[in-house]
């Protein structure tokens, strides 16, 4: 199954076909008021840790740093990402953040996590729950 992830900053203006509009940073975007940014939700649980995200803005870590560490907290708490994985399942997901460089942001790295997540669980899906019991017949 193809699922839409679409990733946005959080100053452009939401569009009719945004789908569920998902803040993913920890901090609130200055200057913004919740009402005009038409979220669904302000998920921080996904965003990267506040020790990594200073880290990489204050110039500490490269963006390939980063983005290993970053994975490796995806990596070792799966299930923030599952309200998110949710959200997919239902239609479109447009992922905001106020960075403002989004492709050397924590999005893009957060979206592939999401649809490899989406992809393995729509893998265990098409497998049978208990290979024994298919394909046996009953002997009465």
Do not use: N
């Not at 789908?19 to 649980?45: C, F, I, N, Q, T």
């Not at 953040?97 to 924590?106: G, M, N, Q, V």
């Amino acid at each position: 199954m193809s699922h839409d992830i679409v990733l946005k900053r959080v100053y452009q203006a939401p569009e009719a076909d945004d789908g569920a509009r998902v803040l993913v940073d920890r901090l609130w975007p200055r200057g913004k008021r919740r009402e005009s940014l038409a979220l669904a939700d302000w998920y921080r649980d996904a965003s990267p840790s506040p020790a990594l995200r200073r880290q990489y803005h204050q110039g500490e870590i490269s963006q390939a740093v980063f983005a290993a560490r970053y994975r490796g907290e995806l990596r070792d708490d799966p299930d923030c990402l599952l309200p998110l994985m949710r959200r997919a399942r239902d239609g479109r997901l447009t992922l905001l953040s106020a960075a403002r460089d989004l492709e050397a942001s924590h999005l893009p790295i957060l979206r592939e996590a999401l649809l490899q997540a989406l992809a393995e669980e729509d893998a265990e899906d098409r497998e049978p729950s208990s290979p024994p019991c298919y394909g046996q017949e009953s002997k009465g």
